[in-house]
Structures are given as C-alpha cells and as structure tokens.
C-alpha cells in the first residue's frame, strides 16, 4: 500500500468515524426524549448512552446550561467536527 493509499483510508476511516459519533449524539437526544420500555432503558439506549458517555462526561465538566436548554449535544457535535477536520487537514499536510 503506498502513502496515498494510506492517507486516502486515514481521511475516509476518521471522516466515517466522526459521522457515526454525530449519528449516535444524535439517536442519544432522540432516545433522550421518550421513555421507551416503561422507564428502564432499552437495549439500544444503553448502547448509544454507553457509547456517547466518554464525550459527554468531558462536556459536563464545562458550563454547558443555558438557563433551561442543555448545549452539551451541540458541544460535542462543535468538538468532533473540529477534531476529525483538523486531523484531514493534518493528513493531507503531512
């Protein structure tokens, strides 16, 4: 595999992650709104919540309350679109 090759999979792996982190930030706000299974999350909440808790324990720690509304989601979302661009433009630098 030369070095284009391998950048192309980098750029295409970290924009396909960065895609199914915002799809699952996504499904975790959804599924945030109804209580499904009669208040014991279900298999796929526990899922999506176990998956996105890493993201949003870091959120938590910042001020993330706008008097009622919770921006952590959009945090989140600002902060893996930020990452996964720079790390692409780091790639095609490099």
Excluded at 30 to 37: A, D, E, N, R, V
Excluded at 62 to 73: A, E, K, N, Y
Aim: proline content about 4%; aromatic content about 12%; overall charge positive.
């Amino acid at each position: 595999m030369d070095m284009v090759n391998l950048k192309v999979f980098a750029i295409n792996f970290i924009t396909v992650l960065g895609n199914l982190i915002t799809y699952m930030v996504f499904a975790r706000v959804i599924l945030s709104w109804f209580m499904i299974g009669g208040g014991s999350p279900g298999k796929i909440t526990r899922f999506v919540n176990d998956t996105t808790d890493p993201l949003f324990s870091l959120v938590k720690k910042l001020p993330h309350r706008f008097g009622m509304i919770d921006l952590s989601p959009l945090i989140v979302l600002f902060g893996v679109n930020i990452i996964s661009y720079c790390l692409v433009k780091l790639i095609i630098i490099l």
